[in-house]
């Protein structure tokens, strides 16, 4: 079983940054590919970003302006760096892995195994 962790949520006003982590129990290697899912609670998790194993990123067509995923695998860690933030990002963002790679990149359905239990995000007008 792999554990996910995200952190790096919190509450901020508009047209700030954040930078969201994650981390795994198992070493992220050139074997994972990562996602970001965000949701709001009524609706459906709603797909952000993904990174393929060789750096390689997609992203959902609304965010990619703003948003930017990026991996670090030597200091085992994903990350989802966010500007100029809206009040319509307030969600939980969601952090997922698989070692799948025929379904990496892809936004849904979700193809991950493993998922975090979320941080935060509070965007105040």
């Known amino acids: 079983q792999v554990h996910v962790a995200e952190s790096g949520g919190g509450e901020v006003q508009a047209g700030g940054s954040l930078r969201l982590s994650c981390a795994t129990s198992?070493?992220?290697?050139?074997?994972?590919?990562v996602g970001w899912y965000r949701q709001v609670p009524g609706k459906l998790r709603e797909f952000v970003a993904a990174?393929?194993?060789?750096?390689?990123?997609n992203y959902s067509d609304s965010l990619k302006d703003r948003f930017t995923i990026s991996r670090d695998n030597a200091k085992n860690m994903i990350y989802l760096q966010i500007n100029d933030l809206q009040p319509e990002d307030t969600a939980v963002y969601y952090c997922?892995?698989?070692?799948?790679?025929?379904?990496?990149?892809?936004?849904?359905?979700?193809?991950?195994?493993?998922w975090g239990q979320g941080t935060q995000v509070t965007v105040s007008s």
């Open positions: 990174i393929s194993t060789d750096g390689r990123s």
């Open positions: 198992e070493r992220i290697s050139s074997r994972n590919a």
């Open positions: 997922a892995t698989t070692y799948d790679l025929a379904r990496q990149l892809r936004d849904y359905p979700p193809p991950y195994d493993y």
